[in-house]
């Protein structure tokens, strides 16, 4: 039986900021959890961004508020931080709200395995906020998926995908922080496992579908995000199903529904250059 799972992802419960609808994001939540109540699935996958970031102790009564709420789901759930988390609470805190370690982890779900991914995805001050990949974040995903004998559904809240993103309210003038700077050495990892891989992320506020290598990345839309629903929160949440083949759709105010086929290993190399160029034989 192919691998049920729901995922919610950027539900930014607090203020509501730029197009970010925070005030709504506890009902919205409710909804989603009263879905996954009804559906059972096989775990829920939450993907980071659970607040608006205001100061710590606004952080730390926003924070318990969407844990307690998530608290009623009745099927196991998986959670990874966003760069909003971890303004100003610490990884512990955020462990000690939600109820489970936030560490790096792997979960084996029916046929797949689960990398929950837990690379730092905080917004580092300098000249400019720029994302940090640290190296033994790197490191620890090339272990795991040099080991790898199944399938992997690797999350994280901050993409590799090679998507531009053009038009993104936030990231269209800011690409540097839509993606790790290090995402074509992620993306190497990644295509050099010997069993399908996908990887599914948040934090870009829209959704995106990319295939490159024979990987497929997707992004998820953010649950009170409404640049791309005319002012209205998108109450986006997903429904992926993991088996030989991959369905995953999002549904909402800004719905998408794909399928795919994920492979193993590296295609055959691309054709090289000739050494010579072609030549058109003159008809007879």
């Not at 649950?223 to 030989?244: H, I």
Request: proline letters at 8%; hydrophobic letters at 40%; aromatic letters at 6%.
């Amino acid at each position: 039986m192919p691998l049920q799972l729901a995922v919610i992802t950027d539900i930014h419960h607090g203020p509501n900021t730029r197009t970010k609808c925070g005030q709504t994001a506890l009902e919205l939540t409710r909804e989603f959890v009263a879905d996954v109540n009804a559906r059972q699935p096989d775990a829920v996958i939450e993907l980071g961004d659970r607040i608006s970031d205001v100061d710590p102790g606004t952080d730390r009564r926003l924070a318990r508020e969407v844990a307690e709420v998530l608290a009623d789901i009745r099927c196991p759930r998986f959670h990874v931080n966003g760069n909003h988390d971890l303004e100003h609470l610490s990884v512990a805190e955020n462990a000690e709200i939600l109820g489970q370690p936030m560490a790096h982890e792997v979960v084996s779900l029916g046929d797949w395995d689960l990398v929950l991914w837990r690379a730092d995805p905080r917004l580092h001050p300098g000249g400019a906020r720029r994302l940090i990949l640290p190296d033994a974040d790197l490191e620890w995903l090339e272990r795991t998926l040099s080991r790898a004998k199944r399938p992997q559904l690797v999350v994280s809240h901050i993409p590799v995908s090679p998507n531009e993103p053009s038009g993104n309210y936030y990231f269209e003038r800011a690409p540097h922080l839509s993606a790790y700077p290090e995402a074509p050495r992620v993306r190497d990892v990644l295509s050099r496992a010997a069993v399908p891989v996908v990887h599914l992320t948040g934090h870009v506020h829209w959704n995106a579908f990319t295939q490159l290598g024979g990987i497929f990345y997707l992004a998820q839309q953010s649950l009170t995000e409404s640049f791309t629903t005319d002012g209205q929160p998108a109450g986006a949440w997903g429904r992926l199903e993991l088996g030989d083949a991959v369905r995953w759709q999002v549904v909402g105010k800004d719905p998408l529904s794909v399928g795919f086929t994920p492979r193993a290993g590296r295609w055959m190399a691309p054709l090289q250059p000739e050494s010579r160029p072609l030549t058109r034989q003159a008809a007879s």
